[in-house]
């Protein structure tokens, strides 16, 4: 991905340096490089930058004042990271970034939204499932603007890139999206900003939004998706999947759960054996690849599941009685029964209904 960065703005020759997990998309290259000079840089963002801030946590960007500093470094000797970021001074690009705004739960002090950018203009550290989660999404308006697309005017809705042998059914709603060959797209589909990869089968009603299913997805009818990623060759049943990302040939039913809502916290995970915060009130969480999770599977904000992990859940803990209790009082599940709240937490209240 770098390397065609790189070759789209004509510096795949230039002496640009990046360690491994520095990214930076490649109108920020070309601006960089032809600041520098000739002189020995290292790349700076604003933090203010929405190319920068929404991917900073949880790497190891580091700060100076106002500035985020990457490991991409031009016209600059050394042959190790310390070596380099000692040999050169910061050289600060200040893009101007199209955003588009996301709405947040309304929970725990604002804001309540972020403005991500909406052209693929992007810097970040990829060291962290969240940084492939929070990046590919944003990369598809990149896509878009690198590909000669073929262009729908259809009831007004913004471009598309379609690859060859894509079939997307009349009744199907496509806007700003790369769908890639040999896709379909089936009856009243609704993908918006998203990536579809060659050969994947969207079914009758799945709804994709600012999201990217990789090659050979295949969805099942009514599946939801909403700033999700799939690495592809997966089967994915979901009524609402968040703020998820999904390793390879990944088996979803309906009824599995990714919490992504933080309550009244940011959602931390699990980093290099510490917790880490990822500054963001909405995250889901990571299925490995090949893994499998059955019907009643309920994951907490940002945990990750390993690779082939298999869950499935004991009949008895689904809710086989119901307390009679006066309507609006909050309930709970309780060995196999649901319960008034107050009955296992007296004195407390839940988060749910703050």
Known sequence: MREDELASVGLLDAP???????????????????????????????????AALPFAPVSSVETQGDLYL??????????????????????????????????????????????????????????????????????????????????????????????????????????????????????????RHSYIGAGSKLSDFTKVTRSVLEAKTHTLADASFSSVVSLGESTLASLL??????????????????WNEGHTETVKVEHLGESRDTGRIAVGGCAGHRASLGARTIVAPGRALPNGAVVVMRREEGVMRVTEAPAGTPMCWDEAALVPYEQLRPNERPDEVQ
């Open 16 to 50: 640009l340096i990046c360690s491994d997990a520095a990214f930076a998309s490649g109108p920020i290259l070309r601006a960089f490089f032809d600041g520098a000079a000739g002189k020995p840089k290292r790349l700076a963002l604003p933090k203010k930058s929405a």
């Open 241 to 258: 999947l968040r703020d998820t990302i999904l390793g390879r040939q990944v088996f979803l039913t309906t009824g599995v759960i990714f």
């Open 70 to 191: 990457f490991d991409v470094f031009a016209n600059a000797p050394g042959e190790t990271l310390a070596a380099l970021r000692e040999a050169t001074t910061t050289l600060t690009v200040d893009l101007e970034v199209p955003t588009h705004r996301r709405d947040l739960p309304r929970l725990g002090p604002g804001p309540h939204h972020l403005d991500l950018p909406s052209t693929g203009l992007v810097a970040a550290h990829v060291e962290h499932w969240v940084h492939v989660l929070w990046l590919w999404p944003a990369l598809v308006g990149r896509r878009l603007a690198r590909i000669h697309p073929l262009t729908s005017a259809r009831r007004g809705l913004a471009r598309n890139a379609i690859g060859e042998g894509a079939i997307i059914h009349p009744t199907a709603i496509v806007e700003g999206s790369v769908i890639g060959p040999g896709a379909e797209i089936g009856p009243f589909c609704s993908v």
